[in-house]
């Protein structure tokens, strides 16, 4: 991946001071990130007016943004069966031991990698766990002033949809895939942007030529044997209401198009998106307290035995948020693959 081998060269050179927020080694990366983002986008952004120099300060935004944020990853656990009766956030994601298993197994990109002749001698791999988090209003017993109750109001938090991705051999690879995920997410963003532009575009195209079409179809009935039946006046109304409409959307049309007419506005709506990174991806970290049965439990409340934990989550403008936790994988955990004759016979 070229964004990857770029992020590697990135994340070696030196980390930045306080007072320095990007150094001169960093600093020395700023034209090959713009050419990356240039060519993930549209080449001809090189031919923009100001290439790169209006460009710099919104990629540079961007990779500072990026190091932060992938700087800010979770600690990493250990993913296994054992730590599920161990690991606070392991035993409350995974509703039973042998679904950490599951998921171990079920893992294509963890597999491929194990099975990859390159890494025979690697025996653990970094990964991103992800997952879902709901919550429902569930009626429990609690204490309430020294009485218990058995129709407290409670908070049910569950997790689902648990999968492993970007399997790396370290840390430091781990952190350069996240790192590429993001910017390309960026780039995403802009690209979509600019299509919803198009597609705006098109739809009011298409709503031009059909008022001109309905236009044309009432003015003709001034000529037609209609003419003979309706007062001249009977459709005035509606042929006043047409063209009003399409006024407007040959207006709006006009506003559309000229507003991607050049690559030089092109090039503003790549720069706005890079500009303000946090508009579109951010990353939070809550401090959780579950019981065994996953109600949100209060400090000094209930019973038994609970799970603390700090919930990270990433959230994407637009989308439902999804846990995330830093894992590490060991080969000797992995299950065998399964085999699929003998998973159909088990339905038949």
Excluded at 68 to 82: E, K, Q, W
Excluded at 205 to 218: C, N, P, V
Aim: hydrophobic share 45%; proline share 7%; aromatic share 6%.
């Amino acid at each position: 991946m070229v964004f990857f081998e770029f992020l590697a060269r990135f994340f070696r050179a030196a980390e930045p001071a306080a007072s320095e927020p990007f150094p001169p080694p960093l600093a020395a990366l700023l034209p090959e990130a713009m050419a990356l983002v240039a060519d993930s986008l549209d080449p001809r952004l090189r031919l923009a007016a100001g290439y790169p120099h209006v460009l710099e300060p919104a990629v540079r935004r961007s990779l500072i943004f990026l190091r932060a944020l992938t700087g800010d990853l979770p600690a990493p656990r250990r993913l296994a069966p054992g730590a599920w009766g161990t690991d606070p956030l392991v035993n409350a994601v995974f509703a039973q031991r042998d679904d950490v298993t599951t998921t171990l197994g079920r893992s294509e990109a963890l597999r491929e990698f194990f099975v990859d002749a390159s890494r025979v001698a690697v025996d653990e791999a970094w990964a991103i766990l992800v997952f879902r988090r709901a919550e429902r209003t569930v009626l429990g017993m609690a204490l309430d002033g020294g009485l218990l109750r058995q129709d407290v109001a409670q908070t049910q938090v569950s997790f689902t949809d648990q999968r492993l991705i970007l399997p790396a051999a370290d840390h430091a690879g781990l952190r350069y895939a996240v790192g590429a995920r993001v910017l390309q997410r960026l780039i995403n963003v802009a690209l979509e942007r600019i299509e919803g532009i198009q597609k705006r575009g098109l739809r009011l195209a298409d709503r031009k030529a059909f008022l001109a079409t309905r236009r044309r179809r009432l003015a003709s009935r001034a000529a037609s044997l209609e003419a003979l039946l309706d007062p001249p006046e009977a459709h005035a109304e509606e042929l006043a209401a047409v063209d009003a409409e399409l006024e407007e959307t040959q207006s709006n049309l006009g506003a559309t198009r000229s507003s991607l007419a050049t690559v030089e506005d092109y090039l503003a709506q790549v720069i706005e998106v890079l500009n303000h990174p946090e508009q579109h991806i951010r990353v939070t970290h809550t401090p959780t307290r579950l019981d065994r049965l996953g109600v949100v439990a209060q400090q000094g409340q209930g019973s038994g035995a609970t799970n603390e934990f700090v919930l990270t989550e990433i959230h994407l403008a637009g989308q439902e948020p999804r846990g995330i936790a830093v894992v590490r994988c060991a080969r000797a955990d992995m299950p065998p693959p399964e085999d699929p004759l003998a998973t159909a016979a088990r339905y038949l």
